[in-house]
């Protein structure tokens, strides 16, 4: 079956994805949403890749080196062995500040033997619309674009720069190594040198992780999940994002396909929650300055999305030239969601400043600008509030009174009151206790239905939403709550299919959707935890971290049937719920444990 079978490498400034052969399928340089360089991953014929192809004799492996993000494929046949390790540098510079340039490093190294490979070196500069002219310089070999918009690329390598071009057969007999870069570089590149760059990324990732509460279950899962949505944060500007890449499909064959290569507040704002839960809390300082670097005036509206670089307007293209993954077309830049009003944002960032302001209180830098944004957002959401909005699953149509955007409006009140109080400003709650108790009386009214005996996506409806199982975690009800217990049985009975879960089964904009969103399915199991049928949520967390791939890296979404990984790739969204589910399961003790203390 195919599958995303894929690892990611990063710095914190752009990221590639490198097949379970070694094939270096999808990068943009010189950051995260630039142009791709290489795109098999979106285009099998005009992409453009960068693979070691070894005799059908050779058998590969790949695996992560432990707690870091540095790639290892090995290739062998009998005592001809030879193994690649990929990654972007990334090391904290002596005086201050971190080394992470637009670089892949693809570091040789020979295991024993005298093992065989050739090269496709195969660049498709600017997402391949033209044609890409590819030469050997004395000290590199450059790529640059034909015609419209100038690009260029450099590859270095202590190999012969002829062979490697031309595909001819390379005998390995020490280590060597390529490295790809956005620019020409002022120093002579060398094996040493690559080396050292690897050894040095190694002890970032291994400091990184180290600064990871370990714990006694599923602990392997969260670290590969941390440094994922670690490796997904854009360090210059602290900006979060949803994926990296663009027009992965969430079922093939459809028109489901979106650019994720930015930053949803709604996203990035849960990331940042958990990822600081975890200890990181630079990460969070850095997130808390994006949002009020693009928040410079007290009326200024919070869209949904930004780019990485704070640009307010994605204008969505399509890229016709691509024939898509999977034959899935349109391919997609930029998107057009950014112009939507979805009102449970502004919930969910509340969530984080209250978070981060309890965990550090007054000694936060920008403790006043968070302050300015906390009345802001109670002024935003006070005028708002009533109003239909397009909800958490973007509806690219119709606009209702969803439930999930209602509960994050109250949570936006109730977590300002708590700022409030924090900071020494209880002046200003009063009437800001009688909004919160206004929105909570509503939505206990309108949201819950008597026919179906749970809360429902929108007021007024009979569809089951997975989203309206957040009630509890952002405290809108209490786990034993009997509304919240039916609600989540209802949504078992009617959403659960196959041991995963749909978002919801109403038609929307593109009809009935046929794959399952995969944080509904953490969000279910972290509420069957919640109501105490912890057997069961074992069961279901054991089997969905089987459907993960031969790296343990999520997407977006999960077929139903074959269980393949469709939607975007890492999802940023999969692995934060995949965090939060594992640190809550690892505080239960299962049956086996039990018989095992019984036995001692």
Known sequence: MDNLDYGIIGNCKSAALISKTGSLDWCCLPEFDSSSVFAKLLDDE????????????????????????????????GENVFEVYDFMPRYKLEDSGHYAPPDI??????????????????????????????????????????????????????????K???????????????LLSYNEKIFRQNTQQAYLDLQRTKV???????????????NKEIVRSALTLKMLSHNRTGAVLAAATTSLPETIGEVRNWDYRFCWIRDASMVIKVVST??????????????????????????????INKEKILEEKTLDHLKGYAGSKPVRIGNAAYEQRQNDIYGILMDVIHQQIVKFETSLDNCEELWTIT?????????????????????????????FSKVLCWVAIDRAIKVAHILGK????????????EIREDILEKAWSEKVQAFTQAYGSEDLDASVLLMEPYGFVEAGDPKYIMTVKAIEKELCHEGLLYRYKNKDDFGLPTSSFTICTFWFINSLYKIGEHKKAIKMFRKLLSYSNHLGLFSEDIDFKTKRLLGNFPQAYSHLALIETAINLSNVITEEEEIKVAVH
């Open 46 to 77: 005009i992409g453009g890749s960068f693979e070691f192809l070894v005799p059908d004799n050779y058998t590969i492996t790949q695996n992560y080196i432990p707690n870091t993000n540095i790639l290892m494929t090995r290739f062998s046949e």
């Open 105 to 162: 490093i693809r570091y040789i190294q020979h295991v024993s033997g005298r093992p065989v490979f050739r090269v496709k070196y195969d660049p498709r500069l600017e997402y391949a619309i033209a044609d890409t002219s590819t030469k050997i310089k004395p000290e590199y070999i450059v790529s640059v674009t034909q015609e419209g918009k100038y690009d260029s690329l450099y590859l270095y390598s202590s190999m012969d720069k002829k």
């Open 164 to 178: 490697v071009l031309d595909g001819e057969e390379i005998k390995l007999k020490r280590d060597e190594f390529f």
């Open 204 to 218: 970032y990732w291994l400091n990184w992780s180290d600064r990871t509460p370990s714990y006694k279950k599923y």
């Open 278 to 307: 975890l200890g990181h809390v630079h990460v969070a300082k850095r997130y808390l300055q994006f949002i009020i670097d693009i928040i410079p005036d007290k009326d200024e509206k919070l869209q949904i999305m930004y780019g």
């Open 375 to 403: 009345k802001g957002i109670v002024w935003v959401v006070r005028e708002h509030w009533k109003e239909p909005d397009k909800g958490i699953w973007e509806f690219r149509t119709e606009q209702r009174h969803f439930t």
């Open 426 to 437: 209880a002046n200003h709650v009063t009437k800001w206790i009688d909004l919160e108790r």
